[in-house]
Nanobody, 122 residues
Framework: QVQVVESGGDLVQPGGSLSLSCVVS????????MAWYRQAPGKERELVAL???????KYADSVKGRFTISRDNAENTVYLQMTSLKPEDTAVYYCRTEEVLITGDNELHDYWGQGTQVTVSS
């Protein structure tokens, strides 16, 4: 059983900063992609940032220069440091893991977390 749990969502004022964490627990041998997505009310879920095990990183244009993704492979944890937050960053932020290898299982799996709410408002 693999669990993906996000934390760190909060209410923050415009221009503020916030850090999200996502911990993947269970019999995980490796995780190729760890990513953050977000979904605002009435909008489709969109990729915010991803980081591969080989440290390739990709960001949505809307967050480049403001958000930073990092991962701790030893702890199966991914972080999202968000700065200069804007009201349009308000959304539920989801952690996604792709190509997860489970101990004793030869197949790769993908998982979503339950999400954490980020609200940017004065």
């Amino acid at each position: 059983q693999v669990q993906v749990v996000e934390s760190g969502g909060d209410l923050v004022q415009p221009g503020g900063s916030l850090s999200l964490s996502c911990v993947v627990s269970g019999r995980v041998s490796s995780i190729f992609v760890m990513a953050w997505y977000r979904q605002a009310p009435g909008k489709e879920r969109e990729l915010v940032a991803l980081a591969t095990k080989q440290d390739y990183k990709k960001y949505a244009d809307s967050v480049k220069g403001r958000f930073t993704i990092s991962r701790d492979n030893a702890e199966n944890t991914v972080y999202l440091q968000m700065t200069s937050l804007k009201p349009e960053d308000t959304a539920v932020y989801y952690c996604r893991t792709e190509e997860v290898l489970i101990t004793g299982d030869n197949e790769l799996h993908d998982y979503w977390g339950q999400g954490t709410q980020v609200t940017v408002s004065s």
